[in-house]
């Protein structure tokens, strides 16, 4: 999973995923943003999940909801979960590829380690021990 973090000119910081990973960047970016807090509650949960491996859990957000299940990481834009007709006009095609993505654990962990240290880097905060 290829991923780029940027300092903004505006001065925020924000995560970009490649193609198929989309999503899990807009969860760090409109989700966890700069919240250190909030960054190590989730990597915590997923350190202790390792102990737990049929541990379920879902950390609903404001646009994108971010859940653990069955040793897998899945983020789902909240407008997902809203019922669509079953059938579309034909032609038309439901597009959400920016809107699920999924990883492993261990990826994911690696992702928001990365994410928090960039975070504490540009803002010129002390690395605090994952």
Request: a negative charge.
């Amino acid at each position: 999973m290829d991923y780029e973090f940027i300092a903004e000119p505006d001065g925020s910081l924000k995560a970009y995923l490649e193609m198929g990973h989309e999503a899990l960047g807009h969860w760090i970016n409109d989700e966890l943003g700069e919240d250190l807090l909030l960054g190590q509650q989730v990597m915590t949960m997923l350190l202790q999940s390792e102990n737990q491996p049929d541990q379920t859990w879902t950390l609903p957000g404001k646009v994108y909801t971010l859940t653990l299940a069955d040793g897998e990481i899945e983020v789902m834009a909240n407008v997902v979960h809203f019922d669509f007709p079953d059938e579309l006009e034909a032609d038309m095609s439901y597009y959400d590829d920016e809107q699920i993505s999924g990883c492993g654990v261990q990826d994911f962990m690696v992702l928001l380690q990365n994410w928090l240290s960039f975070v504490r880097e540009e803002r010129g905060m002390a690395s605090a021990p994952n």
